[in-house]
Antibody, heavy 120, light 109 residues
Framework: QVQLVQSGSELKKPGASVKVSCKAS????????MNWVRQAPGQGLEWMGW????????TYAQGFTGRFVFSLDTSVSTAYLQISSLKAEDTAVYYC?????????????WGQGTLVTVSS | SYVLTQPPSVSVAPGQTARITCGGN??????VHWYQQKPGQAPVLVVY???DRPSGIPERFSGSNSGNTATLTISRVEAGDEADYYC????????????FGTGTKVTVL
């Protein structure tokens, strides 16, 4: 069965960087794009963008350019989200999410989420 | 970009029917998908393509979509249905490919 397992919670100081991992199993990693979704405390879901797991080409949604970087290590079926120059407003739960077979229109599989807390 | 509006909260007694709306400009021309999110958990897909259910989702969950409003209906509500619910559409023509609704907290009285 498809599983997306994310790395654990992180506590970082403003200005630092963080790298969140999402390890996939149960399917061919390079056959499906990987998406990232943010959820700030008490807020809704916000799509951050996706990465083509075949080519490594990332696409960032508006508001997630510059400090946010998607990357891959296909040898271990893992996608990464790196955020640099962290700010307090980056405090959120970050999810990786995958589409089902045959359509890009919604997310059928989600990681468990990684809480990133930015505080001095 | 495309905006999806949901009521912040819906309250319903056990055994009754909860209806959660999702408003968007001509949303009836798009496919709408719904997620359930319980506290501290990742979202779970409960309805896709307006009215289809993934395997394992009870028949009590149903959806419809027409005009400017999509609706998620939960029949015979149970205490375990208490959660946040989000609608979502896909807009391939926009740089914001995936748009989520504002979310609705369903409280079971």
């Amino acid at each position: 069965q498809v599983q997306l397992v994310q790395s654990g919670s992180e506590l970082k100081k403003p200005g630092a960087s963080v790298k969140v991992s999402c390890k996939a199993s149960g399917y061919t990693f390079t056959s499906y794009a990987m998406n990232w979704v943010r959820q700030a405390p008490g807020q809704g879901l916000e799509w951050m963008g996706w990465i083509n797991t075949n080519t490594g080409n990332p696409t960032y949604a508006q508001g997630f350019t510059g400090r946010f970087v998607f990357s891959l290590d296909t040898s271990v079926s893992t996608a990464y989200l790196q955020i640099s120059s962290l700010k307090a407003e980056d405090t959120a739960v970050y999810y990786c999410a995958r589409n089902p077979a045959g359509t890009p229109e919604y997310f059928q599989h989600w990681g468990q989420g990684t809480l990133v807390t930015v505080s001095s | 970009s495309y905006v999806l509006t949901q009521p912040p909260s819906v309250s319903v007694a056990p055994g009754q029917t909860a209806r959660i709306t999702c408003g968007g400009n001509n949303i009836g021309s798009k496919s709408v998908h719904w997620y359930q999110q319980k506290p501290g958990q990742a979202p779970v897909l409960v309805v896709y393509d307006d009215s289809d259910r993934p395997s394992g989702i009870p028949e009590r969950f149903s959806g419809s979509n027409s005009g400017n409003t999509a609706t998620l209906t939960i029949s015979r509500v149970e205490a375990g249905d208490e959660a946040d619910y989000y609608c979502q559409v896909w807009d391939s023509s926009s740089d914001q490919n995936y748009v989520f609704g504002t979310g609705t907290k369903v409280t079971v009285l």
